[in-house]
């Protein structure tokens, strides 16, 4: 293992590195290895403990360098595998006077997209969804939560709500939910969304791969049909590091 670290890190070029806190000499120790090659998109991190003992420095060191790499996109942690390097991603624009699915947009990007399903099925809505998508008595709810992925990078948390009238069958959305409402003539034509700033916390931002109390932002969209009828109810979490919402303004002539 010790061969294997010197590969990456050097010990000349760990202790060389200016003056400052140790946790700052090891992170931009690593930030060089990841940016010169030596650690490349995918690789796992050696264990927090392997890279103590061999920098001669606390796992308190480590964990806090890590983090900031993990917080600047250059490191993902995955729950139960590890830390692995992943290719810095540019921030993704999003247009607010649009309305598209998460996978339409990555896919417009140029983006490879993936989905880790957190939910999906039939529920009793809670008295929020009853209220919001204006259900009878008895009415049941599909919720379709997912963690959302682009290019290895988890970028947003997302759980969407919607009327069983509409998907009957949650099971059957194995990719974009729009797509799945557009099949039932129930793709939406307007919504408000609603964006606050927050600070992730557990378990989202393990999900998300980033610190605790990372800024993120929370998203509450409530989408319509061209009747007027309320058609989807979701709430997500975005990386704030990854993710800009964009709108254009205009001014009113005089």
């Excluded at 998109?41 to 964990?63: F, H, I, K, M, W």
């Excluded at 729950?79 to 540019?90: E, K």
């Excluded at 880790?116 to 998508?133: I, N, V, Y």
């Excluded at 931002?205 to 061209?226: D, F, N, P, Q, T």
Aim: glycine residues 6%.
């Amino acid at each position: 293992m010790n061969q294997q670290l010197a590969a990456i890190l050097p010990l000349e070029t760990l202790q060389s590195v200016g003056a400052g806190p140790l946790y700052l000499k090891l992170r931009q120790s690593l930030e060089e290895a990841i940016l010169s090659g030596k650690l490349k998109q995918g690789d796992a991190l050696p264990p927090e403990r392997d890279l103590a003992d061999y920098a001669n420095v606390s796992r308190v060191t480590v964990r806090k360098a890590v983090d900031d790499l993990v917080r600047d996109g250059l490191l993902v942690r995955r729950h139960g595998s590890g830390t692995f390097v992943v290719r810095p991603v540019s921030r993704v624009e999003q247009s607010l006077s649009r309305l598209t699915s998460f996978t339409e947009d990555m896919v417009r990007r140029g983006l490879n997209t993936r989905a880790e399903w957190l939910e999906r099925g039939l529920f009793q809505p809670s008295p929020d969804e009853m209220m919001t998508l204006g259900l009878a008595a008895g009415a049941l709810v599909a919720r379709l939560g997912r963690l959302r992925i682009a290019d290895d990078m988890p970028l947003a948390i997302e759980r969407a709500c919607v009327s069983a009238e509409f998907v009957p069958d949650p099971l059957a959305v194995t990719s974009s939910l729009y797509s799945a409402l557009e099949k039932k003539n129930a793709r939406p034509v307007r919504a408000v969304q609603r964006i606050s700033a927050c600070n992730i916390k557990e378990p989202d931002a393990a999900m998300l791969g980033v610190s605790v109390g990372a800024a993120g932002l929370s998203i509450e969209r409530v989408s319509y049909l061209s009747s007027g009828r309320v058609v989807e109810f979701t709430r997500s979490l975005y990386r704030g590091d990854t993710y800009d919402f964009v709108a254009e303004l205009t001014i009113p002539e005089q």
